[in-house]
């Protein structure tokens, strides 16, 4: 008895919608509310930079590679998947400035899986089928995009590629035939993945 997949997937570009008021409300807006926002924003950045700088970096130890702790992730039947903390820092220029503030992670699995060397995820799992789905994070080999790509790894702890699609914040549902999942990038674009297995 064999499982298979059918894969339906949709994408859904939204535009911003933006100055839907008057210009001269917006003006209005902008000088009563915009302006003092961003003044004491500033001076509540600069005055944590002061403090920082002055009296806790002297005193921090500098991080490195060694230094990352694991939490269990996940266990599927015999295998173990821990994730790091969070390994932004460690990251190249380019994927620094293509994830901002998004954090993402290692992965290592008892027993060991080479796949995950050296490869970046975001904390989006799900399990369906018997089968763990994770979501991988990657630069372009142009370095002028990010993309990311569906993975699953199942109970004989083999990889499958399920699908490369551009970087979507992911959420599932899921029942016993059909798994779905939506993501939403930070212009609001959607993009929905169907997975339905079937037996033949």
Same mark, same amino acid.
């Given at each position: 008895m064999t499982t298979k997949y059918q894969i339906e997937i949709t994408e859904i570009k939204r535009k911003l919608n933006i100055g839907k008021n008057s210009w001269y409300s917006e003006i209005l807006i902008t000088i009563f509310i915009g302006i003092p926002i961003i003044i004491f924003s500033s001076l509540f950045w600069i005055i944590g930079n002061f403090i920082y700088y002055l009296f806790i970096k002297p005193f921090e130890k500098p991080k490195t590679i !060694? /230094? #990352?702790k694991w939490n269990i992730f996940e266990k599927l039947d015999n295998l173990k998947i821990e994730k790091s903390n969070a390994i932004?820092?460690?990251l190249s220029v380019e994927e620094k !400035? *293509?994830?901002q503030e998004n954090k993402v $992670? $290692? *992965?290592k699995t008892i027993p060991e899986i080479n796949y995950f060397d050296n490869k970046i995820f975001t904390d989006f799992k799900? =399990? *369906?089928d018997n089968k763990l789905f994770l979501q991988r994070i *990657? =630069?372009?080999e142009n370095k002028t995009d990010i993309k990311s790509e569906l993975i /699953? #790894?199942?109970t004989e702890n083999r990889i499958e590629k =399920?699908? !490369?699609f551009d970087y979507y914040y992911l959420t599932s549902e899921k029942d016993e035939n059909t798994l779905k999942i939506k993501g939403k990038d930070q212009l609001n674009s959607e993009i929905e993945l169907e997975i339905k297995k079937y037996v033949c």
């Open positions: !060694e /230094s #990352i932004n820092e460690f !400035e *293509f994830l $992670y $290692y *992965f799900v =399990i *369906f *990657f =630069i372009t /699953s #790894i199942d =399920i699908k !490369e």
